[in-house]
C-alpha cells in the first residue's frame, strides 16, 4: 500500500471538550488510531500507528545501541506519547498536558507535515509560518544574486 502524504493547512477550533476534528482530507491513515506526541517547535505531533513505529525506528538509530542515549530517545518520544482514537465524526479529544504545552487554547491551525500531521496554536503557527516565509525570500534573493 502507498504511504500517504500529508499535505494543507486547516484553521480549526477546539470544542468545550477539548476535541479537535482530524481534517477529512488528512483522516485516512488515522482510522486505526493516531499517536499523539508533543514536538520541539513546541506544537502536537500526531502519527499514524505505522508511522510512528517508523519515526521511533529512525529516532533511536540515530544512537548507539545500548547506550543511554538511545533510551533517552525511547523515553522522551514513548512518555510524551498518547494513543487516541477517533470518535464517529473523526475527532480527538487532546489532553491538557499536550494542549498546555503546545499553549493550545481554542483557535488551532493543523498542518499536513508530509508523513505527520500536526497541531499548533493558531497564532504561533502564524508567527511560525511568517518566518519561515522571510527565511525562503532571503534564501531566493541569495539564490538570485
Given amino acids: 500500500m502507498q ?7 486547516y484553521e480549526l477550533t477546539l470544542d468545550a471538550k477539548n476535541r479537535v476534528a482530524v481534517p477529512a482530507r488528512l483522516r485516512d491513515p488515522f482510522r486505526a488510531g493516531i499517536y499523539l506526541t508533543k514536538e520541539p517547535e513546541p506544537c502536537l505531533g500526531g502519527w499514524s500507528p505505522d508511522e510512528f513505529a517508523n519515526r521511533m ?6 544512537t548507539d545501541p545500548g547506550s543511554l542515549a538511545r533510551r533517552d530517545v525511547k523515553r522522551r518520544l514513548a512518555a510524551n506519547a498518547v494513543f487516541l482514537e477517533l470518535d464517529a465524526q473523526g475527532r480527538v479529544t487532546l489532553p491538557a498536558k499536550h494542549l498546555s504545552y503546545a499553549s ?5 491551525t493543523v498542518i499536513g507535515a508530509q508523513d505527520h500531521l500536526e497541531i499548533w496554536d493558531r497564532a504561533r503557527w502564524a508567527r511560525y509560518l511568517a518566518r519561515l516565509e522571510e527565511e525562503a525570500d532571503g534564501t531566493a534573493t541569495e539564490h538570485a544574486t
Fill in 57 to 62: 525506528d529512525e529516532d533511536t538509530a540515530a
Fill in 3 to 9: 504511504r500517504p502524504v500529508l499535505v494543507g493547512e
Fill in 104 to 108: 493550545v487554547t481554542h483557535d488551532v
